[in-house]
């Protein structure tokens, strides 16, 4: 069956340092990959997605059909980061969610 | 971009009464629309998918005679929580997707805080 895992719940980086958001799936076709954001008393929102090979808010994220993943990377976090983080995987008329993971960055 | 809007944004209700929560994708179509649930701190819940003119598909464990979803037009999906108890307060976001759109994105609403006295 179709699923999204992030293993980390939570999440804690001081504020330049790297950070790095895991996000695992699993689909035999091909998948359509998202990250979406959630900051504080706002609505989910699209953060990024494979198909545009884009950095937004200095975020990237590689699509890794070996190792099924599409981990989200940003080399310098800032504290407005600070924020909940899903992975999304979209098949057909269909969209799985991973269980988000809460980014805090810390002053 | 593309908006999708709830009503209400807060409602409190006594126990026993029903409670109705529209989505509405303001300027643009929608085939499909989510339902999640939310709780405090916590991730995503989805608990149906709804499809214009058809019945919605419900997540295991969400109770289709309590939570009744209509999507009755590209625009409009709701809720009804039936017989709303203090177990059902939590936080209910929609999203939809385009009808025409190719990309996949969901666009989501701002959530509606149901609290059941």
């Known amino acids: 069956a179709q699923r999204v895992t992030q293993p980390e719940k939570l999440l804690s980086v001081f504020k330049g340092a790297p950070v790095e958001l895991k996000c695992n799936y699993s689909?035999?076709?091909?998948?359509?990959l998202f990250w979406y954001v959630q900051y504080s008393r706002q609505r989910l929102q699209l953060l990024l997605r494979?198909?545009s090979r884009e950095s937004i808010k200095g975020f990237t994220a590689d699509l890794n059909k070996g190792e099924t993943s599409f981990h989200l990377k940003k080399p310098f976090a800032q504290e407005e980061d600070s924020a909940m983080y899903y992975c999304a995987l979209n098949y057909g008329q269909n969209f799985v969610f991973g269980p988000g993971t809460r980014l805090s960055v810390l002053p | 971009g593309a908006v999708v809007s709830q009503h209400p944004s807060w409602v409190i209700c006594k126990s026993g009464t029903s409670v109705k929560i529209e989505c509405r994708s303001l300027d643009f179509q929608a085939t499909t629309m989510f339902w999640y649930r939310q709780f405090p701190k916590q991730s995503l819940m989805l608990m149906a998918t709804?499809?214009?003119?058809?019945?919605?598909?419900?997540e295991q464990g969400v109770e289709k005679d309590k939570f009744l979803i209509n999507h009755a037009s590209l625009t409009l999906s709701t809720l009804t929580v039936t017989s709303a108890h203090p177990e059902d307060s939590s936080f209910y976001i929609c999203?939809?997707?385009?009808?025409?759109?190719?990309?996949?994105?969901?666009?989501f609403g701002e959530g509606s805080r149901l609290t059941v006295l």
């Open positions: 999203s939809a997707r385009e009808l025409t759109g190719n990309t996949g994105e969901l666009f």
């Open positions: 709804s499809n214009e003119g058809s019945k919605a598909t419900y």
């Open positions: 494979h198909i």
């Open positions: 689909y035999s076709g091909s998948p359509e």
